[in-house]
Protein backbone atom coordinates (compact mmCIF):
# COMPACT_ATOMS: atom_id res chain seq x y z
CA UNK A 1 0.00 0.00 0.00
CA UNK A 2 2.03 2.68 -1.26
CA UNK A 3 1.63 6.31 -2.32
CA UNK A 4 4.40 8.17 -4.32
CA UNK A 5 5.09 11.50 -4.71
CA UNK A 6 7.45 12.99 -6.92
CA UNK A 7 8.95 16.34 -6.29
CA UNK A 8 10.15 18.73 -8.42
CA UNK A 9 12.17 16.35 -10.10
CA UNK A 10 15.21 17.05 -12.25
CA UNK A 11 18.22 14.57 -13.72
CA UNK A 12 20.84 16.16 -16.16
CA UNK A 13 23.39 14.06 -17.02
CA UNK A 14 26.89 14.75 -16.65
CA UNK A 15 28.13 16.33 -19.66
CA UNK A 16 25.30 17.86 -21.10
CA UNK A 17 23.42 20.96 -20.89
CA UNK A 18 19.58 20.03 -21.10
CA UNK A 19 17.87 18.27 -18.57
CA UNK A 20 16.66 15.22 -19.83
CA UNK A 21 13.64 15.50 -17.19
CA UNK A 22 13.14 18.66 -15.82
CA UNK A 23 11.59 19.32 -12.57
CA UNK A 24 8.72 16.52 -12.89
CA UNK A 25 6.35 16.86 -10.03
CA UNK A 26 3.60 13.47 -9.83
CA UNK A 27 1.42 12.36 -7.09
CA UNK A 28 0.37 8.64 -7.41
CA UNK A 29 -2.06 7.04 -5.09
CA UNK A 30 -1.77 4.29 -3.53
CA UNK A 31 -2.52 1.19 -5.83
CA UNK A 32 -3.26 3.46 -8.96
CA UNK A 33 -1.47 2.59 -12.18
CA UNK A 34 -0.24 5.65 -14.04
CA UNK A 35 1.14 5.94 -17.37
CA UNK A 36 4.01 7.66 -18.01
CA UNK A 37 3.26 8.46 -21.49
CA UNK A 38 6.19 10.45 -24.15
CA UNK A 39 7.91 10.16 -27.42
CA UNK A 40 11.35 8.30 -27.60
CA UNK A 41 13.96 10.56 -25.67
CA UNK A 42 11.95 12.66 -23.68
CA UNK A 43 12.59 11.55 -20.19
CA UNK A 44 10.46 8.01 -19.46
CA UNK A 45 13.11 5.51 -18.18
CA UNK A 46 15.29 8.56 -16.45
CA UNK A 47 12.21 9.15 -14.46
CA UNK A 48 11.88 5.18 -13.48
CA UNK A 49 15.72 4.57 -13.09
CA UNK A 50 15.46 7.61 -10.30
CA UNK A 51 12.98 5.74 -8.98
CA UNK A 52 14.26 2.62 -8.78
CA UNK A 53 17.37 3.60 -7.31
CA UNK A 54 19.78 2.96 -10.43
CA UNK A 55 19.98 6.92 -10.91
CA UNK A 56 20.77 9.68 -8.80
CA UNK A 57 18.60 12.54 -9.23
CA UNK A 58 20.23 15.99 -9.80
CA UNK A 59 17.69 17.66 -7.95
CA UNK A 60 14.40 17.09 -6.06
CA UNK A 61 12.94 14.48 -4.42
CA UNK A 62 10.86 11.09 -4.17
CA UNK A 63 8.70 10.21 -1.21
CA UNK A 64 6.82 6.48 -0.76
CA UNK A 65 4.19 7.02 2.28
CA UNK A 66 5.73 10.46 2.90
CA UNK A 67 9.15 9.15 3.66
CA UNK A 68 11.85 9.95 1.15
CA UNK A 69 13.41 7.16 -0.38
CA UNK A 70 16.58 9.08 -2.11
CA UNK A 71 18.79 7.31 0.09
CA UNK A 72 17.53 3.97 0.37
CA UNK A 73 19.45 1.04 -1.79
CA UNK A 74 17.65 -0.02 -4.53
CA UNK A 75 17.49 -3.30 -3.03
CA UNK A 76 14.97 -1.82 0.03
CA UNK A 77 13.48 0.52 -1.99
CA UNK A 78 10.72 -2.34 -2.51
CA UNK A 79 10.23 -1.21 -6.05
CA UNK A 80 10.90 -3.61 -9.04
CA UNK A 81 11.38 -2.59 -12.53
CA UNK A 82 10.60 -4.70 -15.66
CA UNK A 83 12.67 -3.65 -19.18
CA UNK A 84 11.21 -3.75 -22.24
CA UNK A 85 13.83 -6.71 -23.09
CA UNK A 86 12.71 -8.92 -19.73
CA UNK A 87 16.29 -9.33 -19.01
CA UNK A 88 15.86 -12.74 -17.97
CA UNK A 89 18.56 -15.23 -16.69
CA UNK A 90 19.54 -17.13 -19.53
CA UNK A 91 21.05 -19.99 -17.96
CA UNK A 92 17.98 -20.40 -15.06
CA UNK A 93 14.62 -22.33 -16.27
CA UNK A 94 11.28 -20.00 -16.21
CA UNK A 95 10.54 -21.87 -12.38
CA UNK A 96 14.25 -20.21 -11.39
CA UNK A 97 13.95 -17.29 -12.89
CA UNK A 98 10.56 -16.65 -11.37
CA UNK A 99 11.70 -17.90 -7.61
CA UNK A 100 14.93 -16.10 -8.05
CA UNK A 101 13.37 -12.99 -5.87
CA UNK A 102 12.35 -15.51 -3.44
CA UNK A 103 15.44 -17.07 -2.70
CA UNK A 104 17.20 -14.17 -2.44
CA UNK A 105 14.93 -13.27 0.52
CA UNK A 106 15.38 -16.47 1.74
CA UNK A 107 12.24 -17.87 1.41
CA UNK A 108 12.29 -21.64 1.53
CA UNK A 109 12.32 -24.45 -1.49
CA UNK A 110 8.57 -25.72 -0.60
CA UNK A 111 7.55 -22.15 -0.68
CA UNK A 112 8.69 -21.23 -3.35
CA UNK A 113 7.84 -24.05 -5.63
CA UNK A 114 3.87 -23.00 -4.23
CA UNK A 115 4.03 -19.50 -5.40
CA UNK A 116 5.71 -20.06 -8.58
CA UNK A 117 3.38 -22.47 -9.62
CA UNK A 118 0.44 -20.02 -8.56
CA UNK A 119 2.11 -17.53 -10.42
CA UNK A 120 2.64 -19.68 -13.66
CA UNK A 121 -1.02 -20.01 -13.53
CA UNK A 122 -1.70 -16.16 -12.79
CA UNK A 123 0.45 -15.35 -16.12
CA UNK A 124 -1.50 -18.29 -17.97
CA UNK A 125 1.93 -20.25 -18.57
CA UNK A 126 1.63 -23.64 -17.04
CA UNK A 127 3.75 -26.53 -18.28
CA UNK A 128 6.62 -24.05 -19.27
CA UNK A 129 8.61 -24.39 -15.78
CA UNK A 130 11.39 -25.98 -17.10
CA UNK A 131 12.32 -24.57 -20.11
CA UNK A 132 14.92 -21.94 -20.42
CA UNK A 133 14.23 -18.25 -21.52
CA UNK A 134 15.75 -19.55 -25.30
CA UNK A 135 12.89 -21.64 -25.51
CA UNK A 136 10.04 -19.35 -25.24
CA UNK A 137 8.43 -16.59 -27.62
CA UNK A 138 8.59 -12.97 -26.78
CA UNK A 139 5.47 -12.89 -25.21
CA UNK A 140 6.41 -16.16 -23.12
CA UNK A 141 9.04 -14.39 -21.95
CA UNK A 142 7.23 -11.23 -20.93
CA UNK A 143 5.47 -13.36 -19.06
CA UNK A 144 7.77 -14.62 -17.57
CA UNK A 145 9.73 -11.32 -16.77
CA UNK A 146 6.03 -9.45 -15.05
CA UNK A 147 6.05 -13.12 -12.87
CA UNK A 148 9.13 -12.55 -11.52
CA UNK A 149 8.50 -8.72 -10.68
CA UNK A 150 5.19 -9.75 -9.30
CA UNK A 151 5.67 -12.78 -7.09
CA UNK A 152 7.65 -10.29 -4.62
CA UNK A 153 4.85 -8.52 -3.89
CA UNK A 154 6.51 -5.14 -4.62
CA UNK A 155 5.14 -1.70 -3.19
CA UNK A 156 5.36 0.13 -6.55
CA UNK A 157 5.89 -1.65 -9.51
CA UNK A 158 7.69 0.22 -12.58
CA UNK A 159 7.07 -1.64 -16.22
CA UNK A 160 9.12 0.66 -18.67
CA UNK A 161 7.94 -0.06 -22.28
CA UNK A 162 7.25 -3.60 -21.44
CA UNK A 163 5.00 -4.54 -24.81
CA UNK A 164 6.83 -2.79 -27.31
CA UNK A 165 8.65 -5.94 -28.36
CA UNK A 166 5.66 -7.40 -29.04
CA UNK A 167 3.28 -7.76 -31.98
CA UNK A 168 -0.19 -6.08 -32.45
CA UNK A 169 -2.14 -9.00 -30.74
CA UNK A 170 0.06 -10.05 -27.64
CA UNK A 171 0.16 -6.83 -26.97
CA UNK A 172 -3.36 -6.45 -26.31
CA UNK A 173 -3.75 -9.58 -24.22
CA UNK A 174 -0.55 -8.84 -22.37
CA UNK A 175 -1.92 -5.23 -21.72
CA UNK A 176 -5.40 -6.26 -20.59
CA UNK A 177 -3.72 -9.21 -18.52
CA UNK A 178 -1.00 -6.66 -16.87
CA UNK A 179 -4.57 -4.36 -15.95
CA UNK A 180 -6.35 -7.33 -14.19
CA UNK A 181 -3.21 -8.56 -12.30
CA UNK A 182 -2.57 -4.68 -11.45
CA UNK A 183 -6.11 -3.96 -10.17
CA UNK A 184 -6.33 -7.35 -8.16
CA UNK A 185 -2.75 -6.94 -6.43
CA UNK A 186 -3.37 -3.73 -6.41
CA UNK A 187 0.35 -2.91 -6.29
CA UNK A 188 0.80 1.03 -7.42
CA UNK A 189 2.38 0.99 -10.97
CA UNK A 190 3.85 2.91 -13.27
CA UNK A 191 4.03 1.81 -16.96
CA UNK A 192 6.00 3.95 -19.60
CA UNK A 193 4.92 3.92 -23.17
CA UNK A 194 5.37 6.14 -26.35
CA UNK A 195 1.94 4.32 -27.09
CA UNK A 196 -1.23 7.09 -26.49
CA UNK A 197 -3.80 4.08 -26.66
CA UNK A 198 -1.59 1.69 -24.65
CA UNK A 199 -1.47 4.30 -22.24
CA UNK A 200 -5.41 5.77 -22.67
CA UNK A 201 -6.50 1.58 -21.92
CA UNK A 202 -4.67 0.76 -19.44
CA UNK A 203 -4.18 3.67 -16.67
CA UNK A 204 -6.17 5.35 -14.03
CA UNK A 205 -4.30 8.57 -14.75
CA UNK A 206 -1.49 9.51 -17.72
CA UNK A 207 1.18 12.01 -17.57
CA UNK A 208 2.41 13.58 -20.82
CA UNK A 209 5.88 14.31 -20.84
CA UNK A 210 7.71 16.60 -24.13
CA UNK A 211 10.82 16.95 -24.13
CA UNK A 212 11.44 16.51 -20.51
CA UNK A 213 8.64 18.33 -18.94
CA UNK A 214 5.07 17.50 -17.90
CA UNK A 215 2.32 19.04 -20.04
CA UNK A 216 -0.64 17.17 -18.21
CA UNK A 217 -1.33 14.94 -15.90
CA UNK A 218 -4.81 14.01 -15.95
CA UNK A 219 -7.57 11.39 -16.89
CA UNK A 220 -7.71 9.61 -19.90
CA UNK A 221 -10.72 10.90 -20.85
CA UNK A 222 -9.27 14.56 -20.15
CA UNK A 223 -6.33 14.24 -23.02
CA UNK A 224 -9.39 14.09 -25.33
CA UNK A 225 -11.70 16.62 -23.87
CA UNK A 226 -9.65 19.24 -22.39
CA UNK A 227 -6.06 19.26 -23.66
CA UNK A 228 -3.92 22.09 -22.05
CA UNK A 229 -2.50 23.02 -24.91
CA UNK A 230 -2.01 22.53 -28.49
CA UNK A 231 1.32 19.87 -28.63
CA UNK A 232 -0.49 17.63 -26.35
CA UNK A 233 -3.59 17.89 -28.05
CA UNK A 234 -1.89 16.37 -31.32
CA UNK A 235 -0.52 13.84 -29.72
CA UNK A 236 -3.70 12.58 -28.57
CA UNK A 237 -4.47 12.67 -32.25
CA UNK A 238 -6.32 15.89 -32.56
CA UNK A 239 -6.16 17.73 -35.73
CA UNK A 240 -8.05 20.49 -36.24
CA UNK A 241 -7.14 24.14 -34.67
CA UNK A 242 -8.84 27.38 -35.58
CA UNK A 243 -7.50 30.90 -35.13
CA UNK A 244 -9.68 33.36 -33.87
CA UNK A 245 -11.25 35.44 -30.82
CA UNK A 246 -13.62 34.05 -28.41
CA UNK A 247 -16.09 36.37 -26.38
CA UNK A 248 -18.39 35.18 -23.71
CA UNK A 249 -20.53 32.43 -25.56
CA UNK A 250 -19.47 33.12 -28.78
CA UNK A 251 -16.43 32.63 -31.15
CA UNK A 252 -15.16 34.57 -33.82
CA UNK A 253 -13.49 33.14 -36.70
CA UNK A 254 -12.77 33.61 -40.62
CA UNK A 255 -15.69 31.76 -41.71
CA UNK A 256 -18.69 33.21 -39.10
CA UNK A 257 -19.58 32.98 -35.37
CA UNK A 258 -19.69 29.65 -33.42
CA UNK A 259 -21.54 29.09 -29.86
CA UNK A 260 -19.04 28.01 -27.41
CA UNK A 261 -19.29 26.36 -24.02
CA UNK A 262 -20.38 28.91 -21.08
CA UNK A 263 -16.63 29.11 -19.58
CA UNK A 264 -14.32 28.53 -22.49
CA UNK A 265 -10.62 30.39 -22.84
CA UNK A 266 -12.14 33.96 -23.53
CA UNK A 267 -10.20 36.28 -26.28
CA UNK A 268 -7.71 34.99 -29.03
CA UNK A 269 -7.57 31.77 -28.81
CA UNK A 270 -7.25 28.77 -31.29
CA UNK A 271 -10.97 26.62 -31.46
CA UNK A 272 -10.27 22.92 -31.20
CA UNK A 273 -12.76 20.17 -32.21
CA UNK A 274 -11.98 16.48 -32.27
CA UNK A 275 -12.06 14.96 -35.91
CA UNK A 276 -14.68 12.21 -34.50
CA UNK A 277 -17.21 15.38 -33.26
CA UNK A 278 -17.64 16.74 -36.22
CA UNK A 279 -21.26 15.59 -38.28
CA UNK A 280 -21.70 15.66 -41.76
CA UNK A 281 -24.93 16.11 -43.31
CA UNK A 282 -26.96 15.63 -40.06
CA UNK A 283 -28.33 18.94 -39.25
CA UNK A 284 -31.29 19.37 -38.01
CA UNK A 285 -31.64 22.84 -37.18
CA UNK A 286 -28.95 23.04 -33.85
CA UNK A 287 -26.37 25.90 -33.87
CA UNK A 288 -22.78 25.92 -35.81
CA UNK A 289 -23.84 24.19 -38.80
CA UNK A 290 -21.80 25.61 -41.49
CA UNK A 291 -21.47 25.10 -45.34
CA UNK A 292 -18.57 23.04 -46.33
CA UNK A 293 -16.97 21.66 -49.09
CA UNK A 294 -15.29 18.02 -49.01
CA UNK A 295 -11.54 18.41 -50.38
CA UNK A 296 -10.42 14.37 -49.28
CA UNK A 297 -11.65 10.90 -48.34
CA UNK A 298 -10.16 7.99 -47.19
CA UNK A 299 -11.39 4.97 -46.02
CA UNK A 300 -9.85 3.47 -42.97
CA UNK A 301 -11.51 0.49 -42.31
CA UNK A 302 -13.43 1.04 -39.15
CA UNK A 303 -13.60 4.94 -40.14
CA UNK A 304 -13.56 7.63 -43.00
CA UNK A 305 -11.55 9.94 -42.66
CA UNK A 306 -12.54 13.48 -44.63
CA UNK A 307 -10.96 16.53 -45.23
CA UNK A 308 -13.28 19.36 -45.73
CA UNK A 309 -13.07 23.23 -45.82
CA UNK A 310 -14.86 25.63 -44.56
CA UNK A 311 -13.96 29.21 -45.81
CA UNK A 312 -10.43 29.43 -45.22
CA UNK A 313 -9.81 26.65 -42.37
CA UNK A 314 -9.04 23.03 -43.39
CA UNK A 315 -10.57 20.38 -41.03
CA UNK A 316 -10.24 16.87 -40.15
CA UNK A 317 -13.68 14.81 -39.88
CA UNK A 318 -13.57 10.85 -38.47
CA UNK A 319 -17.52 9.18 -39.57
CA UNK A 320 -18.62 5.61 -39.58
CA UNK A 321 -18.30 4.92 -43.16
CA UNK A 322 -22.03 4.28 -43.82
CA UNK A 323 -22.83 7.59 -42.59
CA UNK A 324 -20.39 9.15 -45.49
CA UNK A 325 -21.36 6.66 -47.88
CA UNK A 326 -22.90 9.23 -50.57
CA UNK A 327 -20.26 11.82 -49.41
CA UNK A 328 -17.94 12.65 -52.82
CA UNK A 329 -15.24 14.77 -53.10
CA UNK A 330 -15.91 18.15 -54.39
CA UNK A 331 -19.55 17.67 -52.67
CA UNK A 332 -21.08 20.38 -50.56
CA UNK A 333 -22.07 19.44 -46.96
CA UNK A 334 -23.23 20.77 -43.55
CA UNK A 335 -20.77 20.32 -41.08
CA UNK A 336 -22.17 20.69 -37.64
CA UNK A 337 -19.52 21.44 -34.65
CA UNK A 338 -21.81 20.85 -31.65
CA UNK A 339 -20.89 23.53 -29.08
CA UNK A 340 -20.09 21.03 -26.35
CA UNK A 341 -17.69 19.72 -28.23
CA UNK A 342 -15.89 22.61 -28.90
CA UNK A 343 -12.83 23.91 -26.71
CA UNK A 344 -10.73 26.95 -26.66
CA UNK A 345 -6.88 26.97 -26.38
CA UNK A 346 -4.93 30.02 -25.16
CA UNK A 347 -1.84 29.94 -28.13
N1 LIG B 1 23.58 8.01 -19.58
C1 LIG B 1 23.20 9.07 -20.29
N2 LIG B 1 24.06 10.10 -20.55
C2 LIG B 1 23.66 11.19 -21.23
N3 LIG B 1 22.43 11.34 -21.75
C3 LIG B 1 21.53 10.35 -21.55
C4 LIG B 1 21.86 9.16 -20.82
N4 LIG B 1 20.78 8.37 -20.79
C5 LIG B 1 19.81 9.03 -21.46
N5 LIG B 1 20.26 10.21 -21.93
C6 LIG B 1 19.48 11.22 -22.70
O1 LIG B 1 18.42 11.66 -21.88
C7 LIG B 1 17.24 11.87 -22.65
C8 LIG B 1 16.10 11.03 -22.07
O2 LIG B 1 16.41 9.66 -22.22
P1 LIG B 1 15.44 8.51 -21.71
O3 LIG B 1 15.05 8.80 -20.31
O4 LIG B 1 16.10 7.22 -21.97
O5 LIG B 1 14.19 8.73 -22.68
P2 LIG B 1 12.94 7.77 -22.97
O6 LIG B 1 12.98 6.61 -22.02
O7 LIG B 1 11.73 8.65 -22.77
O8 LIG B 1 13.07 7.35 -24.39
C9 LIG B 1 17.62 11.51 -24.08
O9 LIG B 1 17.90 12.70 -24.76
C10 LIG B 1 18.82 10.63 -23.93
O10 LIG B 1 19.66 10.74 -25.04
MG1 LIG C 1 13.06 4.54 -22.45
Known sequence: MTHVSIKNLTKTYSGTNDPALNNLSLEIQTGELIALLGPSGCGKT?????????????TGDIKFNGRSILNDKPEHRGVVMVFQNYLLFPYMNVEEN??????????????????????????????????KPSELSGGQQQRVALARALIVQPDVLLLDEPLSN??????????????????????????VTHDQEEAVVLADR???ILNGEM????????????????ATARFFGGRNFIRGNALEQK?????????????????????????????????????????????????????TRLKIRIG????????????????????????????????????
Request: proline fraction near 6%; include cysteine; hydrophobic fraction near 40%.
Open 251 to 303: FVGTFGILVIPDGANQGDVHLTIRPENIHLNKSDNTPNCLQAIVVDKVYLGTQ
Open 46 to 58: TTMKMIAGLLKPS
Open 206 to 208: VAL
Open 166 to 191: LDAHLRIEMRDLIRSLQKEMGITTIF
Open 98 to 131: IGFGLKMRKVGPIEIKRRVAEMLKLVRLPNLADR
Open 312 to 347: DEHLEALANPTEVENIEIGNKVTATLPADALWMLTP
Open 215 to 230: RQYDTPEAFYKRPVDE
